[in-house]
Each structure stands twice: as structure tokens, then as C-alpha cells.
């Protein structure tokens, strides 16, 4: 009889212990909602999300948004509906944001925001760049680049992001600053919708045929690089014309010593992926999570290029995790 009741209490309290111990190794589950996939800069932090998840041993799911509201809210009610252990949320906007951070701060989910700025500050940790002092060392750098062509009273064409995020109104605020302490002014500011090549394309020919004058074009994102440069060469512009873009795609490597593009912001997408993983990890286990952290933008032109090439393929394209 004793040995009967010894036998079930072990059984009771290995099964609990077993039970216990499944819960503690059981691999913890991340969602990253972004906010377009076709987006090359979301796919690169993506891949550093990816990397910390390997690394730190976190199971992923990437729910890709579509720059749909509908289905990135979507996304969120299935995030919240599957329990994940947490959420790094690229959002479409920042008043969407807001709504993201809500819902998963009444599910007790902990969510990191990476790079789109916020007035919720619910979120456990914010990965951003400093957008607005990027900008601005950009517009100082063209600048300067025109008034050593000899320009006196240059105009500067701006192809925006829709103006809906906080980091684009830092982005657009920082480069109007640097040309505010110079000679030269914007031409015209025009904010994309589609974000395809042919709108970029219709933009940049509009934009050429309007002014006369003008001698820069500023694209907020690398992306549609390609028709920028089509309308520049189809107007016979390439010597008039300069064009500099905020973020960078692995073409610039050769593009930027050619002077096709004069320069480039570039912002660290793959470190930025890792830092948000890693935050949220420590979250999770209970460590030091920093509220807020903000990396550099950096100005790439053909004379720091060659220099930079290591920090380009690491910190910015994520090339060294393929």
C-alpha cells in the first residue's frame, strides 16, 4: 500500500515537473508586422529580425501588411488571437501605430516599434534613425556639391513619402532646413501614393519640364531609383541634374562612384531588425530594456564609398547573413 501511494505521488509530481519543464523550454513565439514586403528595406530588416531570432532561438512569423490598414489590422487580431510572445511592428503610419500599440497593450502582448515614430509610448522599446539630422547632412552635402558647380540659384525637387509617419515629417523638416541656409530652394515637394516606377517616372518628368532651374532631385526613398534616373537621361539632364536618395540599394555600390547618384542617407535596417529582436528578448527575460534607441544616418559619396563598403554590406544590406 505504501508503495502504491509513493508510486502516484512520483507519478502526480513528475508529470507536474514534466509539465513545468515544457512550459519553460517551450520556443517563444515572435510576429513581425511590417508594413510592405516589397518594400527593400523592410525585407532587410526583416532579415535581422531573422538572424537575433536564430541566434537567441525565438520562432518567427512575418505577417506583411500590403500598406493595407485593413489587413495590417488584420494581422494585429491574429498576433493577439495566436498568443504570440511578442510583436516588432514596422507600421503603415504612425496613427496606425497608435491602434497596434492599444490593442496589444489590453492583450499583455509587448510589442517593439522599429522605425516609425509614435505618440503612443506604450511600446517596450523603439528602434529608430535619426531621420531629421540624416536629412539635413544630405541637403547640406548637395548643397555644397552645387555651389561648387557654380549654381547661384539652383531649384532642388523633393519626390516625398506620404507624410503620415513621424520620421518622414523628420526626414522632410531636416533637408528643408539645409536648404534653407543656403542659396538654393525647393522646386516643388511631390508626395507618392503608388510608390511604383512609373509614377516616380511621371514625378521627376513633371518636375524637369516645370523648372528650368532645377538641379537636384531628392528621391525619400531609394526604391524607384530606376526611373528617377530614366527621366534625368531622357531629358538629356545626367550633367545638370543631380540625384541623391535617403536609404541605398546594392546597385549604388556602383552607381555612387559613377556619379549617376550623387549620394545617399543610408539608415541600418539589418542592425535595426537585430536591436528589436534583442530588446524584446530582454523583455522577456526579464533584463534592462532601453525605452529608446536611435542609430546614425549615414552620407555615402563616391569619395567614403570604398571606405564604407564593409559597414554598407553588414549594417545596411544584412549581405554577411545570407
Not at 14 to 19: D, L, M, R
Request: aromatic share 10%; net charge positive; with cysteine.
Amino acid at each position: 500500500m505504501h508503495i502504491k501511494k509513493f508510486l502516484i505521488v512520483f507519478l502526480f509530481t513528475f508529470i507536474s515537473w514534466a509539465n513545468a519543464y515544457e512550459k519553460n523550454t517551450q520556443t517563444k513565439r515572435i510576429v513581425y508586422i511590417v508594413d510592405n514586403l516589397e518594400i527593400p528595406f523592410w525585407q532587410i530588416m526583416e532579415k535581422g529580425i531573422k538572424n537575433s531570432c536564430e541566434d537567441l532561438g525565438y520562432k518567427l512569423s512575418v505577417l506583411d501588411s500590403h500598406n493595407n490598414h485593413k489587413k495590417e489590422l488584420e494581422n494585429t487580431v491574429k498576433a493577439i488571437t495566436d498568443k504570440v510572445d511578442g510583436i516588432i511592428l514596422s507600421p503603415i503610419n504612425s496613427y496606425s501605430a497608435e491602434i497596434i500599440l492599444k490593442l496589444a497593450k489590453e492583450a499583455n502582448i509587448p510589442v517593439v516599434v522599429s522605425d516609425a515614430g509614435t505618440k503612443n509610448k506604450s511600446y517596450v522599446s523603439y528602434i529608430s534613425s535619426d531621420n531629421k539630422l540624416g536629412a539635413y547632412n544630405l541637403g547640406i552635402y548637395l548643397t555644397n556639391e552645387l555651389s561648387k558647380k557654380g549654381y547661384k540659384n539652383a531649384k532642388v525637387g523633393i519626390i516625398a513619402l506620404p507624410q503620415k509617419k513621424l520620421i518622414t515629417q523628420a526626414r522632410t523638416a531636416g533637408f528643408i532646413e539645409a536648404l534653407e541656409e543656403s542659396p538654393f530652394k525647393s522646386a516643388d515637394l511631390k508626395q507618392v501614393k503608388t510608390r511604383t516606377e512609373e509614377e516616380t517616372y511621371i514625378l521627376v518628368k513633371n518636375m524637369i519640364k516645370s523648372y528650368p532651374d532645377l538641379h537636384a532631385i531628392w528621391l525619400q526613398s531609394s526604391k524607384t531609383y530606376r526611373a528617377a534616373i530614366k527621366a534625368i537621361n531622357d531629358f538629356n539632364k545626367q550633367n545638370e541634374i543631380s540625384l541623391i536618395t535617403f536609404d541605398l540599394e546594392p546597385e549604388f555600390l556602383e552607381l555612387i562612384p559613377k556619379n549617376i547618384i550623387l549620394a545617399a542617407a543610408v539608415q541600418q535596417p539589418f542592425i535595426m531588425g537585430k536591436l528589436a529582436l534583442e530588446q524584446i528578448n530582454n523583455y522577456i527575460k526579464g533584463k534592462k530594456v532601453q525605452k529608446e534607441i536611435q542609430l546614425p544616418v549615414n552620407i555615402i559619396t563616391a569619395d567614403n564609398i570604398k571606405q564604407k563598403t564593409y559597414f554598407i554590406e553588414h549594417n545596411v544590406l544584412g549581405i554577411e547573413s545570407n
